[in-house]
């Protein structure tokens, strides 16, 4: 997740970051986009029959991925064929430790 998915977030997310040229960002965008839905996609395949990455243990890996799926909402929303992954999100989102730290970060 973090050598693929989180870089790929990143650059889907601050196109400005990694191109000189403005003309770029929307080719960057939509670059990464397809590889966001392939990684996120592997991920998603892994949820169907799960409610955390490893069957129903809640792990250290779950917590990385939340935070990448925080930062990706808008893209998880558009992005109809991640359904597990959006489930999996608002699950963990809506549980009372979550969901306060969630109001804490709105500030």
Request: charged residues 20%.
């Amino acid at each position: 997740m973090s050598a693929s998915i989180h870089s790929d977030l990143l650059m889907y997310t601050y196109p400005e970051r990694h191109t000189q040229s403005a003309l770029m960002y929307d080719d960057l965008i939509r670059s990464q986009q397809g590889r966001l839905e392939q990684g996120f996609g592997i991920i998603d395949t892994l949820l169907a029959d799960n409610h955390y990455l490893f069957a129903n243990q809640f792990t250290l890996c779950d917590s990385y991925l939340f935070m990448l799926c925080e930062r990706a909402k808008t893209f998880l929303e558009k992005t109809p064929s991640l359904k597990n992954l959006r489930r999996y999100y608002r699950q963990i989102a809506a549980t009372p430790a979550i969901s306060k730290a969630l109001e804490m970060a709105e500030f």
